[in-house]
Structure formats: C-alpha cells, structure tokens
C-alpha cells in the first residue's frame, strides 16, 4: 500500500512539474495561433475587392421560396455576398414585398459521387430547419426550395435564414481572445438550450458538428446554433442488458461528459 502511495505521489509531483514547464509555451503557442488568423482575417479584408465574386454566383438575381411551418412564399433578391463554403455560398437578400434583410444559404450539388451525399444532406438540413419548432437560440429557417439533381446536372437547395450580426468567432477576436466568466459561461448555456430543443423533438434531432464555428450572434444579441448539415433524426435501441446499460451511462457521465465539457469551456475563453 505504501508503494503504491509513494507512485500516486510521484505521479502527481510530475504532473505538477510538467504543468509549469508547458504552461507558458501553451500561452505563446495559442498567442501565437490567435495572432496568424487574426493575420489572416485582416488580409482576407483587404484584399475583398480582389476576389472576384462571379464565382460564388453573385449577379443580384431573384429568388421564389416555400414558406417554412405554413407560411406563404416568399420572393428575394440577392443584394450582397456574405461567405463561400466548399458546397455552395451565403448572400444577403432583400424581401421584394418589405425590404427586410435575410440570409440565403445557396448548396450547389455538383461533384460526381458527392453529389447524392451532400444533395441529401442539404435537403435534410432545409426540411428539419423548416419544420423545427422556432427557439431563441437556433437560427430560424423562413422558407427553402430544392431543385433536385437532372441528368448530369447537379441539383441545388436554397435556405432562407435570419441574417445575424456576427460570429462568436469574431467576438472571442474582439476580446482579444479572453472572455470574462460571464461571456463565456452565456453562449455555452444558450447553445446547450438550443441542444435540449433539439432533442426534445420527436423524433429527437442530433446537431453532431457543435464547434464554435457553428455558433452565431443574432441582431437580438442571443448566440444561435447554425448550419444543420450534419444533423440526424435515427434513432435506436441497443440490445443490452440493462445492467451493461446502467454501466455505461455511469461511465458516460462521470468519466466522458465532465472532460470534455472542461475542454470545450476552455477553447471558447483561451
């Protein structure tokens, strides 16, 4: 017993001294990390007026949408270009009938294989948004349209979102990559609101791609829960025992949740 006290003890005295030695190099790397995208981010502004802008499909054009939960139909026009991403492109959009500004997620289906892929994901995400119940703290879906792929041609899903001010990204930047207790503890319980919303649903939706980079700040300052590409509605029941059961979710909630919980607090506020 003694032996394996005086272990414990060493264990933990090198632990204690390898914090110390790794602590400061950890701060200049994440210094360092938050220096180069701010770098980055920076540059990218610059240089705007040389991306060329034809390529994310910007030509002002109009589009008709299916309202979501009900609502009747709704026509917009693309008044500016937002952001690009590997499927397709984001731009704001006036309403013909009230001018009120929006988000367009445009999700072009086009490569070979992927294109049954992410066309069914694109669907998915504008069909679960659409019928999702509104909250706070998820970004609300107020029309869609799917053009499905045709011969050789790829298809294409149209998602009419709220427009929102920021990123939390952008907000951790402005801070200088250190929040208060208070600006960190409140988009991590808005979003887990956002997740038990979700799963409250039936069947329950499960979002599977939480990052901050999913996390975005509405024009009413709440942070919201984004892009739904990822998200699944299966649902099972494992065949084992109950005792096994009971075991694993002891095991799941002391030795998994409580970690990785830490983790992710941790990456939001250094």
Same mark, same amino acid.
């Given at each position: 017993?003694?032996? *394996?006290?005086?272990?414990?003890?060493?264990?933990?005295?090198?632990l204690?001294?390898? #914090?110390?030695?790794?602590?400061?190099?950890?701060?200049? !790397?994440?210094? #360092? &990390?938050?220096?180069?995208?701010? =770098?980055?981010?920076?540059?990218?502004?610059?240089?705007?007026?040389?991306?060329? *802008?034809?390529?994310?499909?910007? #030509?002002?054009?109009? +589009?008709?949408?299916?309202?979501?939960?009900?609502?009747?139909?709704?026509?917009?026009?693309?008044? !500016?270009?937002?952001?690009?991403?590997?499927f397709? !492109?984001?731009?704001?959009?006036?309403?013909?009938r009230?001018?009120?500004?929006?988000?367009?997620?445009?999700i072009?289906c086009?490569?070979?294989?992927?294109?049954?892929s992410?066309?069914?994901a694109?669907e998915?995400?504008?069909k &679960?948004?659409?019928? /999702?119940?509104?909250?706070?703290n &998820?970004?609300r879906?107020?029309?869609?349209?799917? #053009?499905?792929?045709?011969?050789?041609?790829?298809? %294409?899903v149209?998602?009419?979102? =709220?427009? %929102?001010?920021? +990123?939390?990204?952008?907000?951790q930047?402005?801070k200088?990559?250190? /929040?208060?207790?208070?600006?960190?503890?409140?988009?991590?319980?808005?979003?887990?609101?956002?997740?038990?919303h979700? +799963?409250a649903? @039936?069947?329950?939706?499960? +979002?599977r791609?939480l990052k901050?980079?999913?996390?975005?700040?509405?024009?009413?300052?709440?942070?919201?829960l984004?892009?739904?590409?990822? %998200?699944?509605?299966?649902c099972?029941?494992?065949?084992?025992? $109950?005792?096994q059961?009971?075991r694993?979710?002891?095991?799941?909630?002391?030795?998994?949740? @409580?970690?990785?919980?830490? @983790? $992710?607090?941790?990456?939001?506020?250094s």
């Amino acid at each position: 017993m003694n032996s *394996l006290q005086g272990l414990g003890s060493w264990g933990s005295n090198l632990l204690g001294q390898a #914090s110390e030695q790794l602590a400061p190099a950890a701060a200049a !790397a994440a210094a #360092s &990390i938050r220096s180069g995208v701010k =770098e980055v981010k920076k540059s990218v502004k610059e240089n705007l007026g040389n991306v060329n *802008l034809g390529s994310v499909a910007f #030509s002002g054009e109009s +589009h008709c949408l299916d309202g979501a939960r009900g609502a009747p139909p709704r026509e917009v026009t693309e008044v !500016a270009f937002l952001a690009e991403g590997a499927f397709g !492109a984001v731009m704001k959009v006036a309403c013909n009938r009230t001018g009120e500004k929006f988000a367009l997620k445009k999700i072009s289906c086009m490569e070979g294989v992927q294109v049954a892929s992410s066309f069914e994901a694109a669907e998915r995400e504008a069909k &679960i948004l659409s019928e /999702l119940p509104p909250h706070e703290n &998820i970004i609300r879906c107020l029309g869609y349209s799917i #053009s499905a792929p045709k011969g050789s041609g790829g298809g %294409c899903v149209k998602v009419l979102l =709220e427009l %929102c001010n920021g +990123h939390l990204l952008d907000f951790q930047d402005s801070k200088g990559g250190k /929040l208060s207790p208070k600006e960190m503890m409140e988009p991590f319980v808005q979003i887990a609101e956002a997740v038990r919303h979700l +799963h409250a649903q @039936r069947p329950p939706i499960q +979002h599977r791609d939480l990052k901050v980079e999913n996390v975005l700040q509405g024009a009413d300052g709440k942070w919201k829960l984004c892009d739904f590409g990822s %998200c699944s509605t299966c649902c099972f029941e494992p065949e084992l025992p $109950r005792a096994q059961l009971q075991r694993l979710q002891e095991m799941r909630s002391t030795r998994r949740s @409580r970690c990785y919980t830490g @983790r $992710r607090r941790w990456r939001m506020c250094s």
